[in-house]
């Protein structure tokens, strides 16, 4: 480095000397052209022949010893005006596009299943816990406190009511006994809109008596199944093949509340056992790509208190009410819901045709719609 910068200074004393000789005057070039011949060689590396006397060779001003380290910084400072313009242009990168795919809507519906846990009070749903029911429900349209059976909160008639769309007068199961001359439920119900419809439609259920509920005709399968497993078994073989309306009955909460009493260990115990047969329904329908064109109503044909279900407390006729599945808008309802409610929604959201002379009202509501007609008392002589 110190050669490279007495070499850079004597070419700067070199070209200082050629300019300075005067035109014509020929010897003192040559004297010139001498001393820059001995300055070359000095700079070559010869011996100094003047020693110590040499002229101090002025330190060029724009040659200062420390300046090549300053020459090379430069590109360090490109460095950094390269790394912002990466991190700018990869911040918009992640398009979170996926989950902006559009919700099913209520057209989507291309099946649905009615659940009926006999004798379910609203509030064991929790108690039990019913973890399956819970995880639909934080989807669903609920009513925890208003929704109610018939006035005779018993199994047939209040069934007939909630598959039929009518009042115990019209649809006439007003035993809670299986008397078969009594005949079916009359009336249009969901089940024959649904099989008229093209619709393939199945009843699992776990009292025989629920075969007044409808016409067999209107049932292309009808099972009854008595236990939760008996129930499974019958039923994800249905979810397999497909279906457009469905029933599902559990008889066992009704039973053990008889024997044990309603919110007592056993009924609780049996309705955590009926839960983890809705969530093996619901994986069925997951492994099928069926469950978001699944729309689910699940509910009770009455509550419960004590060992018995007469209709002298509230517990009694409560019931639970929810609603989930593609367009349903989840929400706590707390508009007045009667179980023939259930028939007339189930035919809403399948776009089956609602009979004028139901009693039951569609809840327009859980698909966010206005609700266009409301119960503003009890419809029902009985
Ligand atoms: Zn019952």
Redesign the pocket.
Known sequence: MKSWLLFKSCATERSRSVRAPKPGEFFLKRITVLSLAFLLAACAGLPNIWGSSLPPVPTPTGFPSHTPTITLTPPATKTPTITPTFTATFTPAPTLTPSATPKPAKTDIKRAIIISF??MRPDAIEQAPMPNLMELMAGSAYAPLTARTIDYP??SP?HASMLTGYCMEDHGVIYNKFFMYMGYAKGTDVFQLAHEAGLRTVMVVSKDKMRQMAEPETTDVFEVAYGEPAIQKAVLPQIEQDFGLMFVHFAGP?NRGHKYDWMSGEYLKVLREGDAVLGEMIKTLKAEGMFDTTFFLVSA??GGHGGN?IGTTIEDYRIPWIAYGPGVVPQILDLQIYTFDTAATVAYALGLPIQPDWDGIPVYKIFGEDQLRIHEKYPCKT
Request: hydrophobic share 10%; proline share 0%; aromatic share 0%.
């Open positions: 006999d004798g018993a199994t209040s009704d044909d009455h279900h």
